[in-house]
Nanobody, 121 residues
Framework: QVHLVESGGALVQPGGSLRLSCTTSGGIFSIYAVEWYRQASGKKREFVAGMSSGGDTDYIDSVKGRFTICRDNAKSTMYLQMNSLEPEDTAVYYC???????????????WGQGTQVTVSS
């Protein structure tokens, strides 16, 4: 079972930037697709961004051009660079790994604790 630890969340003003990190252990990170999800209060968890083991990326429309997913296989870590943040981005952000990008949170049983991102003035 892969252990996931998210970090980097904070309170930020609209228009600001954050970089989230997700450090993993217990698996062969380089073979995994990596994904970021988020869950706003009172809402279902949703896919945000994903990257295949080969580097192909996928984003939900609302974050395209603002968020960038990347990975460092040597550190078994994935990142989510978030720019031009909006209040609607406020949520707890989670990461996960698998053999392919699935865009479906229900496919995962194991999750980390998440990291809170709050965008507010």
């Amino acid at each position: 079972q892969v252990h996931l630890v998210e970090s980097g969340g904070a309170l930020v003003q609209p228009g600001g930037s954050l970089r989230l990190s997700c450090t993993t252990s217990g698996g062969i990170f380089s073979i995994y697709a990596v994904e970021w999800y988020r869950q706003a209060s009172g809402k279902k968890r949703e896919f945000v961004a994903g990257m295949s083991s080969g580097g192909d990326t996928d984003y939900i429309d609302s974050v395209k051009g603002r968020f960038t997913i990347c990975r460092d296989n040597a550190k078994s870590t994935m990142y989510l660079q978030m720019n031009s943040l909006e209040p609607e981005d406020t949520a707890v952000y989670y990461c996960n790994v698998g053999l392919e990008v699935v865009r479906t949170p229900g496919r995962f049983i194991n999750w980390g604790q998440g990291t809170q991102v709050t965008v507010s003035s």
